[in-house]
C-alpha cells in the first residue's frame, strides 16, 4: 500500500497483558448489554422487587406461601436489576480470563502501525492491513480503543502505549472514517471520575 511507503504516523509495540485482553472484552460486552435490553430489564427488576415488598407487606403474614412468594420475587428482581451492570461482565470477565489463558495467539507480542487511512497490525502469525473505512465496530474506553472489522477480527490498542496527541489523532481518524460506528463506553462510574 501507498501510504506505508510513506511511513505510519505514529506505532505501538507491545505484549498484551491479561487486563488488556479482559477490558477489550468487557468494553464489547458493556456496549451490548446496554440500550433497550439493559433498561427492560431493570424495570423488570423494578417491577418484581416493588410486587416482592407488597406481598412481604401485605400478605406474608397470613401464609407461609406468601412468604416464600415475597422472597423469590425480590431475589428474582434484584438479579435482573443488577444483571447487565454486575452479573453479565463477570461473567464475561471470567470468560475472557479463560479464553487468554488456553490461547497463544492472544499472548503474542503486537506491532500496530496507524497510517491516515488505515491501520497495520503484525503478530508473530499474522500481518494484515486494515481500512478504516471498513471498520464495523470502534469502542474507545477509558484505557482502551477496540477496533473490529467483524465479529472474528477485533483488535484492541491500549492507550498506556500511546502519547496524548496521539491518542487524539487516533480518535479524529477513527471519527473522520466511520464515526457512525465510534462509541465511547465507561466501564464504570469510577472510570467517569479517574482520567489518566
Request: hydrophobic share 45%; net charge neutral.
Amino acid at each position: 500500500m501507498d501510504e506505508q511507503k510513506n511511513g505510519a504516523l505514529f506505532s505501538a509495540s507491545f505484549l498484551p497483558t491479561p487486563e488488556d485482553y479482559i477490558e477489550a472484552r468487557l468494553l464489547r460486552a458493556q456496549l451490548r448489554y446496554s440500550g433497550t435490553m439493559s433498561r427492560m430489564t431493570k424495570l423488570a427488576g423494578a417491577v418484581l422487587l416493588v410486587g416482592g415488598v407488597a406481598v412481604l407487606l401485605f400478605l406474608a403474614k397470613t401464609s407461609t406461601v406468601a412468604f416464600l412468594l415475597a422472597d423469590f420475587l425480590i431475589l428474582l428482581g434484584m438479579a435482573l436489576f443488577f444483571l447487565t451492570d454486575a452479573v453479565l461482565p463477570m461473567l464475561e470477565r471470567r470468560r475472557a480470563k479463560k479464553s487468554y489463558e488456553s490461547s497463544n495467539v492472544l499472548k503474542d507480542s503486537r506491532l500496530i502501525e496507524i497510517f491516515p487511512s488505515c491501520f497495520t497490525v503484525k503478530t508473530a502469525t499474522l500481518e494484515g492491513t486494515y481500512p478504516f473505512t471498513g471498520l464495523q465496530e470502534i469502542i474507545e474506553g477509558e484505557h482502551t480503543f477496540v477496533l473490529g472489522m467483524d465479529e472474528n477480527c477485533i483488535w484492541y490498542l491500549p492507550k498506556r502505549f500511546l502519547e496524548e496527541t496521539q491518542i487524539e489523532m487516533l480518535r479524529r481518524l477513527l471519527v473522520e472514517a466511520r464515526g457512525d460506528c465510534y462509541t465511547r463506553v465507561y466501564l464504570s462510574a469510577q472510570e467517569k471520575k479517574t482520567k489518566n
